[in-house]
């Protein structure tokens, strides 16, 4: 097993009259797993849980969150501290090589992201091919599937090679983003700027126009760095556990992450936040009051989620709410952005906060409860808020497809299923059916 790990008592279970030991380990922050992985071969038996939310599917060293406090932390260092005082390429290599970095490393790795920001001229061509209503996160999944075909080392897990091929990613995913963006508006392609931190130079790329050349307020390029940050890990979610589950077939990087981002897409995952704004506006817009909102919500029949509400883990409240929902205000005042939609979200908040239905469900704000806000008011298109998310989970994806490349007990993915199905049947012939 993982070193980190230590061996508690034995669980026993007991089972069709007999019982059987299972060993139990405990990580660093006092979490135990029961191992099962020789509980088909000592019993014939599997587990059975869907949407794995009782599995285990790895040990990682990456990053802790203990739904029931509220607590995330990268590499051990808490989410609140990273949004305080790092950036997001500080906190990117932070998660990948599990240290932060010297200054002298983080000089280089900066001056790497920013001279390998511009993507191959051929890649440009790959853009013609989508039509211009088309969803930027496809466009994203396919553009670094397709940078991967000019990589000449794919597979590296360690090394220069990697070092690059990291640096690169976290890179070009901003300029094939800004590029996604450009595509659906019609206007040309902005070209990076090495001598823009990493969040103006995306907001340059995305807003900056032939004529006129867009220039970050710092707020606004501060605000986008931390939500960066915010989004930088989250251990087995979804999307990461998709970019695990194709790197366990050995896929190469770029093929996993371009994997992980569709897996992002989802509106029950990186989706929430564009669901968000959506909802916000439809009650801003329709006269409904949040009451009656809330109340639609609580009636199952109305098939009606509060968006940017409850989490699978965390069940007390998300951290990374509480830090936005600070900087939402901030950046609102900076801008002077229409406050409408943050109030109505504030009252939502309140209301559900108060609310029984919510309280004995445990559901609170998440991140994307006000990430969106945020991202409204910067004026970042609503089909480009899951690509922001993108961009951000990025170090995070890099670090769990090393980690997993690293790991010699890592297996291919590969779960079981009970077969619901129909018995054993003849085939009929069509002309007898
Ligand atoms: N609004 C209303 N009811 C909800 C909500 C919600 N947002 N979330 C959960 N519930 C209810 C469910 O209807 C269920 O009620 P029941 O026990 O009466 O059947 C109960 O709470 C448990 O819900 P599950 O769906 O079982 O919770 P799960 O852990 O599977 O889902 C999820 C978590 C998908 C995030 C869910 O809370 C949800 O759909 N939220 C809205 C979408 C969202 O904001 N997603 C972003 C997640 S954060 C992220 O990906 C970065």
Request: hydrophobic letters at 40%; one cysteine or more; a neutral charge.
């Given at each position: ?41 000592k019993t014939s ?32 260092i808490p989410i ?240 990374r709410a509480k ?111």
């Open positions: 097993m993982s070193d980190g790990l230590h061996e508690c008592k034995n669980a026993m279970l007991a089972l069709e009259g007999s019982t059987v030991e299972l060993p139990v380990w405990e990580g660093t922050e006092g979490e135990r797993g029961i191992d099962i992985t020789q509980l088909r071969g038996h599997i587990t059975l849980d869907s949407g794995f939310a009782n599995t285990g599917s790895c040990v990682s060293k990456i990053t802790f969150i203990d739904g029931e406090k509220g607590v995330l932390r990268y590499r051990g609140e501290q990273l949004a305080e005082h790092s950036t997001f390429l500080e906190t990117a290599w932070l998660l990948i090589y599990g240290e932060l970095p010297m200054r002298e490393q983080l000089k280089k790795f900066s001056k790497t992201v920013a001279e390998t920001s511009l993507i191959n001229e051929s890649l440009h061509y790959h853009f013609e091919g989508f039509p211009r209503t088309a969803h930027p996160m496809p466009m994203i999944s396919a553009m670094i599937n397709a940078m991967g075909c000019y990589q000449p080392a794919l597979y590296a897990s360690e090394g220069a090679d990697f070092d690059i091929a990291a640096a690169r990613l976290i890179a070009k995913v901003s300029t094939i983003s800004a590029f996604a963006h450009k595509k659906t508006v019609g206007e040309p392609f902005r070209y990076p700027h090495p001598g823009l931190d990493y969040a103006s130079n995306l907001l340059h790329m995305m807003f900056s126009v032939p004529y006129r050349r867009y220039n970050a307020k710092p707020e606004v390029a501060r605000a986008l760095d931390r939500i960066l940050i915010l989004h930088a890990d989250h251990e087995q979610n979804c999307s990461t556990s998709t970019v695990r589950m194709v790197g366990s077939s050995r896929a190469n990087l770029y093929a996993s992450v371009s994997a992980g981002v569709c897996a992002l897409w989802g509106p029950l995952h990186g989706g929430a936040n564009m669901a968000v704004i959506d909802m916000l506006e439809q009650i801003a817009g329709s006269g409904l009051t949040t009451r009656d909102f809330i109340d639609r919500v609580k009636d199952k029949s109305s098939h009606t989620r509060l968006m940017g509400f409850g989490h699978r883990v965390y069940k007390n409240f998300d951290p830090i936005l929902k600070e900087q939402c205000d901030a950046v609102l005042q900076a801008l002077g952005a229409n406050q409408r939609i943050l109030e109505i979200a504030i009252e939502l908040e309140e209301a559900a906060l108060n609310d029984e239905y919510f309280i004995e469900r445990n559901l609170y704000p998440n991140v994307d409860f006000y990430s969106g806000i945020i991202l409204k008011a910067i004026g970042i298109p609503v089909n480009m808020f899951t690509v922001i998310f993108a961009i951000g989970r990025m170090p995070g994806w890099i670090a769990h497809w090393r980690e997993m490349s690293h790991d010699a007990a890592a297996r291919i993915n590969r779960p079981r299923q009970i077969y619901a199905g129909s018995p054993l049947r003849d085939y009929t012939p069509l002309k007898m059916r």
